[in-house]
């Protein structure tokens, strides 16, 4: 018996050893499959040097097509038709990001759960709810009904594709080694899904929840006050003064019940300012060359691998360079021998909630124009690793998706979506964004330009353009409904046919300018123009801080060079400190205050109000500012039981300035009456006090670099695999506008002239696999503030690249 033992002992323990090491518990990776030094982590460490010359065959390749990787593994493709420089796109940018491909589309898809479990099983909701996948699908249609942009999208998922079947379990990306996971095979919806997960980024924020509850509880009289349809300063993309050239439509009506409810006859989350981005050109009279200057730097989520690849495309009509979507082909910034563009957010009002009235609990049917109308379903069959699927119900309207019935608890991504009601949204349309793309890349003039943007829907951009024929321009532009002023301010009822969107602005009627007599074009996510204009795009845009500083610059720049630029794109000067620190000084009472506070005065005082990384001055303003205007508004608006949002900076910066005895000042939760005198000093101690308690004496530990705590982070926030702390300046309300984790992610600018000179750099490198030199090589340049050139090649031979190797592709 007790040899029957030891021999059981000796058969089961190594069963449970090689169950318990093959097995994933939690977020760890099974630790054989792991560990295994032919197949596991150890095969994703890579040689600094690279193979100068190598040739492989593809069978989806047309003709012969060379690859030029420089100094910075950017690659250089060089082939012989459309079909095989998007193949070989495809193929190289999977070969550097596959795992980042393959986890942003499952994001945007929500299938995390079928690689992460139940953990995901909320946002994989959300993103099904919100109609991500029924609007990719429908992107998919208008990409795939133009020839063009069928060849694009077929030829670059076969390139995915075939890398993919080229790789062994030891070649394998790391990440999916650690979340034990095997890549699947790309497909042309996913390359939509990409697409469509840049407008949920960009253009899915949504106000009108917020905003209804406000005008519940406060009425018509004071959210049009708090939340005006116009900031009080502004300094518009499009200049003060130019003149709309077109006859506009006829604007819809508002409904009776609309114009009731906000003038009165009816009485029915934060200050932070969202993504942002600059891009400005400056005609030739600005330069030292005579040509024009373009720059463009987008400010995203911070990521490694960055959300952007470096690539050229060159094929017969077409020889660009720039950054692309790793999931998606073409060139979306960049540059070619004739034009320039670049993108910054326009934050168009184009997502709208109904209220949706069911006839019953089955919601099968709901009013609309005096009348029961079907619903449609759809079954969202969710994936969750180590459990039994799930399928969600999502009823539709003609509107869109109803979202919730009933919102998950502690979700924050749901907080703005109001239950029971039916989503419109433009990303939700047909669209076919890639042709955009297709004809800048081939674009030689202003015209070329113009026909680019009328294929362009979501999520509106600002898009800015320069040429070598010494045109400059820029376009708020994308597929913008024609809807009577604020709708979609507050949500809409659903049942009433006329708060329907009611057609399109033409894209010819978009705000647009070229060749001001400024001799420059610029934005920073501020209002799109002056309210001349005849079309409602939105009520509220991005503070008009940047914007200004921007404008102030340019306009008295002479003679501007790449280099005068290259330094404006770090720039931290800050308008809101220009406009808001002498009144909050001169509110300070010295004799109340302690020792570290006065010394933190005397340094607030004698700050220059650049937001450098040694500023401890920008460190305390930054914290003063912000604990003082949630002591403004906290008490009033911020109640669990009824969402809302602050009013914006610009409406609290001007009750500052000009209406210092405001109601607004007292805080109602406390018996005495507080004034701006008292918010103010109290703001000012707090803000001494958590410096002090976190970091210790004033010195520098306060400096705004070590509390700012800028990072780049892992895509999928894996320990150890994103940056360290960066030691630099900058901050949301300056040019170089930086956070803990958002900034700058693709610094760029384009001399134009006879022959056009490229300089960019984003923070982070080439390669996806964090065992590689190119992972981050270029983040110390970024952090500095520099920028490499980027080598336009005219042909594969051309010694202006600094050639580290080439890939020769040729057909099986």
């Keep these: 018996m007790k040899n029957k033992f030891k021999a059981f002992i000796c058969v089961i323990i190594p069963i449970l050893l090689a169950f318990v090491l093959n097995t994933k518990f939690g977020p760890l990776p099974p630790l054989l499959k792991f560990l295994n030094p032919f197949t596991g982590f150890w095969q994703n460490a890579e040689k600094m040097t690279v193979a100068k010359n190598s040739a492989i065959r593809l069978k989806g390749t047309k003709d012969a097509v060379e690859v030029v990787f420089d100094d910075r593994m950017i ?243 077409l020889n660009a360079y720039g950054v692309s979507l790793p999931g998606a082909p073409g060139i979306t910034i960049g540059f070619n021998k004739d034009i320039a563009w670049g993108v910054t957010n ?146 809409l009822d659903g049942s009433d046919p006329k708060n329907d969107w009611q057609g399109w602005i033409p894209y010819a009627q978009n705000p647009t300018v070229k060749n001001p007599e400024r001799n420059f074009v610029s934005s920073a996510n501020q209002s799109s123009t002056d309210p001349t204009y005849p079309y409602y795009i939105n009520w509220v845009f991005g503070s008009y801080d940047r914007g200004k500083r921007i404008n102030d610059r340019l306009k008295v720049m002479t003679k501007a060079t790449a280099d005068s630029i290259r330094i404006m794109q770090s720039d931290s000067y800050s308008i809101l400190a220009q406009d808001l620190l002498p009144t909050l000084l001169s509110k300070i009472d010295p004799a109340k205050l302690n020792a570290t506070q006065k010394e933190a005065l005397k340094i607030t005082t004698k700050w220059d109000k650049f937001f450098s990384a040694k500023a401890i001055g920008g460190s305390i303003f930054d914290m003063w500012t912000k604990r003082l205007f949630v002591d403004i508004w906290d008490d009033e608006f911020t109640i669990a039981s009824i969402p809302m949002r602050y009013p914006s900076q610009d409406r609290t910066v001007e009750l500052i300035l000009k209406d210092p005895g ?50 780049v982070p892992h895509l999928a926030n894996i320990p150890g695999m994103g940056s360290e702390t960066l030691m630099i300046g900058g901050a949301k309300s300056t040019i170089n506008a930086l956070s803990e984790k958002n900034g700058p992610s693709w610094r760029m600018i384009v001399e134009l002239g006879k022959t056009p000179k490229g300089h960019g750099v984003y923070p982070g490198g080439q390669s996806g696999n964090p065992g590689s030199f190119f992972y981050d090589d270029m983040l110390n340049t970024w952090a500095d503030g520099k920028l490499y050139d980027l080598y336009l090649m005219q042909s594969a031979e051309d010694k202006q690249g600094k050639v580290l190797s080439r890939l020769k592709i040729s057909k099986k």
Aim: net charge positive.
């Design 75 to 317: 690659p250089h493709i060089f082939a012989k038709n459309d079909h095989d420089v998007y193949y070989t796109q495809g193929y190289i940018t999977a070969m550097n990001r596959l795992w980042q491909m393959d986890f942003q589309t499952r994001f945007a898809a929500g299938r995390l759960s079928e690689v992460v479990g139940a953990k995901a099983i909320e946002v994989d909701r959300y993103q099904r709810r919100m109609g991500m996948v029924y609007g990719a699908e429908n992107s998919l249609k208008g990409m795939m009904e133009n020839p063009k942009s069928k060849i694009m999208i077929d030829a670059y998922t076969a390139g995915i594709n075939d890398y993919i079947h080229s790789l062994s379990t030891a070649q394998l990306p790391l990440e999916y080694k650690i979340l034990d996971f095997t890549p699947e095979d790309w497909t042309p919806l996913k390359c939509a899904l990409l697409l469509k997960q840049m407008s949920a980024v960009l253009a899915m924020g949504s106000d009108e929840f917020y905003m209804s509850n406000i005008m519940k509880k406060y009425g018509p009289e004071v959210t049009a006050d708090l939340f005006p349809d116009y900031p009080f300063r502004e300094d518009p993309i499009i200049p003060v003064g130019t003149k709309w050239d077109f006859k506009p439509l006829q604007v819809p009506q508002a409904p009776a019940i609309f114009n009731e409810a906000t003038t009165g006859k009816v009485k029915t989350k934060v200050l932070e300012d969202g993504i942002g981005s600059n891009n400005w050109a400056l005609s030739g009279a600005k330069t030292a060359s005579g040509y024009p200057i373009l720059a463009n730097d987008p400010h995203l989520n911070l990521t490694l691998p960055s959300i952007w690849y470096q690539i050229q495309l060159n094929a017969p009509g």
């Design 662 to 711: 405001s109601k607004w000042f007292d805080n109602v939760n406390t018996p005495q009456k507080e004034t701006l005198n008292d918010l103010v000093n109290e703001a000012f101690k707090y803000t001494c006090d958590s410096l002090e308690r976190k970091y210790g004496p004033i010195g520098k530990r306060w400096q705004w670099a070590n509390v700012k705590q800028t990072h």
């Design 346 to 491: 326009v934050a168009a009002d184009v997502l709208d909630f109904y209220q949706i009235k069911f006839k019953d609990e089955t919601h099968k049917q709901y009013k609309y124009n005096n009348a029961w109308k079907n619903t449609t379903v759809r079954l969202e069959t969710i994936k969750i690793r180590g459990a039994k699927n799930e399928i969600d119900t999502v009823f539709y309207t003609h509107h869109g998706p109803v979202v919730y019935f009933q919102k998950p608890e502690k979700f924050s991504m749901a907080n703005n979506v109001p239950t029971g009601n039916a989503l419109r949204w433009i990303a939700h349309d047909k669209s076919n964004e890639l042709m955009t793309f297709y004809l800048l890349n081939r674009g030689k003039n202003y015209n070329d330009y113009r026909k680019a943007l009328t294929y362009y829907t979501a999520p509106a951009q600002n898009f800015i353009f320069a040429s070598s024929a010494n045109d400059i321009a820029i376009t708020a532009n994308g597929k913008f409904p024609l809807k009577w002023k604020d709708q979609g301010k507050f949500i």
